[in-house]
């Protein structure tokens, strides 16, 4: 059974704040300056305060602010990409707020790039999008300058942030009419090898979970190491269904550094194809020519498939990658997108003159914690934002460039909404022994990546699915007892892995009881989209550790 609670030293001390919360990004960090003028606020980050995906983000924020792009343009290009399962309604929020946040982030001092000889900022397009219309910072670097901008206001507003602090679980308590709300979390202050100095009870009135989305549940993915579905994993523990976890976003063109590399790999960006690159397999053909309309810019889904399939027939005896070909921009590229350069040289290809040899891998979780775009979650006092969440924008795929422009949006919304009012404090029902349990060994985390990557990448079948949760269900049965030699002791790392192992388990079973194809849920045995699918799969952790999937 997948843990219910984390095993943890005892509480040895205890802090008080208006509002915690839980993550670095765009998504937390845009909450707690929203917030902070009115509230006291702490960030906890269980690494340095830009270690999460936002820094990594190469694309840009996805608005309408060219003349010619309209808001029934971005919301129809959202909805297709989404594949049915996005809520209308709170696409139209998100792409109405968009340009507002864009210029937010703007006046906050974000540098975005300006047209070739001008003072208007440029636009570019992405796989999905019928117009230009994604603002990025130096080339492929912009992710690295919201977080910035955001960073340094957020200081500067006096928000409080916590490093080196892993939060482990939710604490609740009982609201005035005998309902459970949350009251606060336990966090573990680590020491500099990831075991913990202490852990103590930060109580809030209110706690946001913005720790992002578990690429790291597969072998390979465009992640950085500390995205481990630690706010899905803490969710399902207290109770919460996350939905939609299946869909699983796997970005096609992710460099490809030879068959043995694992772990984060340089992504290239959706806006390189957007300049007119195109995929070439290795005997030379086209990848995309005659799969969609939109050829090398169709949505991310459809790419991705496109380019699996085309690995299985091995074209030229290579069945692991193809080739993005952009030497059209000679070296025109070097200056639009530097990172990319830099990530290229390093296995020594000039992507002025030679074709770059890609492949997908894990990048972006549509699902997670059901919660609005204003962050509220079934919960009490709980609120999620950023990958974390699941709010109806991203339906069964996301649009390219709808995240950090999400992230900004609902963040700024749930923070803006706290300062005007807070859920009363409820007391903790907290007994402040140490939490006994079963972790995951961070040596065995490797089996559950190579499970997830063999069995449960961009295409699945029943077949693949039934030996990815008979391999995870024999890895939770058999966690070491807390009293055996070979239990894992309370670390980062265990619990990381702990979380990715509840994760994975949820996924799988979401994937094994959606019996269609659908976005970037991608089903051999199943490969239409079937209308009595239409709707989302909610998953939840009974109170055994059982895993339980509603639909």
């Known amino acids: 059974m997948i843990p219910t609670r984390l095993a943890a030293p005892a509480v040895s001390w205890e802090r008080d704040v208006d509002v915690v919360v839980l993550g670095s990004g765009a ?3 845009s909450a707690a300056l929203a917030a902070r003028p009115v509230r006291s606020v702490l960030v906890v980050t269980k690494d340095v305060l830009a270690a999460g995906s936002t820094a990594w983000a190469q694309g840009g924020l996805a608005g309408v602010l060219h003349p010619h792009d309209t808001f029934e343009d971005h919301v129809r290009d959202t909805l297709v990409a989404g594949a049915g399962l996005c809520d209308e309604a709170v696409v139209r929020q998100l792409v109405a707020e968009a340009p507002t946040s864009i210029r937010y982030l703007m006046r906050l001092g974000a540098a975005f790039d300006p047209v070739a000889g001008g003072t208007d ?13 994604i603002v990025h910072s130096g080339g492929d670097r ?4 919201v977080q910035r901008t955001l960073d340094q206001s957020a200081i500067a507003a006096g928000v409080e942030v916590l490093e080196h602090a892993f939060a482990v679980d939710l604490v609740t308590g009982a609201s005035a009419s005998g309902g459970r709300q949350v009251a606060g979390v336990t966090v573990a202050l680590l020491d500099e090898e990831g075991a913990p100095r202490s852990v103590g009870l930060i109580t809030a009135r209110a706690v946001v979970i913005a720790s992002g989305g578990y690429g790291q549940v597969f072998a390979s993915t465009s992640n950085p190491p500390a995205v481990t579905g630690d706010g899905v994993a803490m969710a399902l523990r207290a109770g919460l269904a996350v939905a939609d976890v299946e869909f699983v976003q796997f970005h096609p063109t992710v460099m490809w550094r030879g068959p043995d590399a694992r772990g984060q790999q340089a992504l290239v960006s959706e806006a390189v194809r957007g300049e007119g690159a195109v995929l070439y397999d290795a005997a030379g053909e086209r990848v995309m020519a005659g799969v969609h ?10 790419v991705a498939a496109a380019i699996t399939r085309r690995m299985a027939e ?3 005896g290579v069945d692991d990658h193809v080739y ?3 030497t059209h921009l000679g070296e025109r590229l070097y200056e639009r997108f530097p990172t990319i350069t830099a990530a290229c040289r390093e296995i020594g290809v000039d992507p002025a003159r030679e074709r770059i040899p890609v492949a997908p891998a894990s990048h972006y979780a549509c699902g997670g914690i059901r919660a609005g775009l204003d962050g509220v979650t079934g919960l009490p006092g709980l609120f999620a934002v950023g990958e974390v969440a699941r709010t109806g924008v991203h339906g069964a795929n996301r649009l390219a460039s709808n995240s950090l422009t999400e992230s900004v949006v609902a963040g700024t919304r749930v923070g803006r909404d706290l300062a005007w009012e807070v859920p009363d404090r409820v007391d903790p029902e907290l007994d402040g022994e140490p939490v006994v349990g079963r972790l995951l060994d961070r040596a065995r985390l490797r089996e559950v990546r190579a499970v997830m990557s063999r069995h449960v990448g ?7 699915l039934a030996a990815a949760g008979g391999a995870l269900g024999a890895l939770a049965r058999h966690l070491p007892d807390p009293a055996s030699p070979d239990a894992a002791p309370p670390t980062r790392r265990s619990w990381e892995s702990t979380n990715l192992l509840t994760v994975a388990t949820a996924v799988v079973a979401a994937a094994t009881a959606r019996t269609e194809s659908r976005g970037c849920h991608r089903r051999t045995d199943h490969p239409e989209p079937l209308d009595e699918w239409r ?5 939840r952790l009974d109170v055994a550790g059982g895993i339980v999937v509603e639909s």
């Open 27 to 29: 998504a937390g960090l």
């Open 121 to 133: 900022v440029a636009l570019t397009r992405e796989g999905g999008h019928s117009h230009d219309r």
């Open 142 to 145: 912009s992710g690295a300058e």
């Open 293 to 302: 309309p939109l050829a090398d810019l169709a949505p991310r889904d459809v």
């Open 314 to 316: 091995a074209p030229g």
């Open 324 to 326: 993005l070909d952009a």
């Open 458 to 464: 961009v295409l699945r079948d029943a077949a693949s």
């Open 535 to 539: 709707r989302s799969i909610d998953v």
